[in-house]
């Protein structure tokens, strides 16, 4: 069967809302019905706006240290602050950007977000996504009896490119990635390190439909992907790798 994509509008929330509920009644509008082996992928601002996730910056009181990010970054101390709070680590960056890792996630700003919220606010990624990926997946198999994968998903530019494409921060019920080690390609060499970005690859997929801007669209249900479901939890060691044997944060720490 083709691999097939199904949008899920919904409508603006301001406040603080159940997750669960506003799927469910999203989808029953679209008139979909979840079913076995479907992936439901879920936009990371949409869960953060229903944990409550929004932050009013002028609240913010800078520290001493984003005080100097402030000023070597050339951005505003009270987001160099907030930028602080929900960083593991910070590598660098450039006027108005620094680069962070977050929950393991590589991206500008740790995350945040003025976009799709009000004036004067951020929104921050979501509060535990593998917990919250993992509730999802087990409400939907109670209501629908299906079993279905769940992916929360944000954009996310990529190095030396132009645009967004969809990067997942955290999954449930699917295997997120396939291990091509030891299978030969076209020529009969054997692949050697190639791994599948299954679950990456399926958020880039949904956000192509969900959009960047005004498309109210926080949800895709993707169909017939051939995604291999699971009952094991996710954890972030299945997505992500250290920084160590990462080739990009490693390459550009070498000077040539």
Do not use: W
């Not at 706006?49 to 970054?73: C, H, M, T, W």
């Not at 969809?166 to 076209?186: F, Q």
């Not at 960047?212 to 954890?235: F, H, N, Q, Y």
């Amino acid at each position: 069967m083709p691999l097939t994509v199904l949008p899920i509008k919904s409508t603006l929330k301001k406040e603080q809302f159940d997750l669960f509920e506003s799927l469910v009644i999203d989808l029953d509008n679209a008139s979909i019905v979840p079913v076995n082996g479907d992936v439901i992928v879920i936009s990371s601002k949409y869960v953060a706006n229903s944990q409550g996730r929004i932050l009013e910056y002028d609240k913010v009181v800078p520290s001493f240290d984003a005080e100097k990010i402030s000023k070597r970054f050339h951005m505003k101390s009270k987001i160099a602050e907030i930028i602080l709070r929900e960083s593991d680590t910070i590598f660098g960056g450039i006027p108005g950007f620094v680069i962070t890792s977050s929950d393991n996630i590589m991206a500008p700003n740790a995350g945040i977000d003025k976009s799709n919220t009000q004036s004067g606010t951020v929104v921050l990624y979501p509060n535990e996504p593998y917990l919250i990926a993992e509730h999802l997946r087990r409400k939907f198999l109670l209501k629908y009896n299906a079993h279905v994968g769940i992916i929360i998903t944000d954009s996310r530019l990529m190095p030396g490119r132009v645009g967004t494409v969809g990067v997942a921060i955290s999954c449930s019920g699917i295997e997120p990635t396939s291990d091509l080690r030891g299978e030969k390609d076209l020529y009969g060499n054997s692949l050697k390190v190639t791994f599948q970005a299954i679950a990456d690859d399926l958020a880039s997929i949904a956000n192509l439909k969900m959009g960047e801007g005004s498309d109210a669209t926080p949800c895709v249900l993707i169909r017939d992907s051939d995604a291999r479901l699971t009952d094991r939890k996710i954890r972030e060691s299945d997505m992500a790798i250290s920084y160590e044997q990462c080739v990009y944060v490693r390459g550009l720490g070498t000077r040539i």
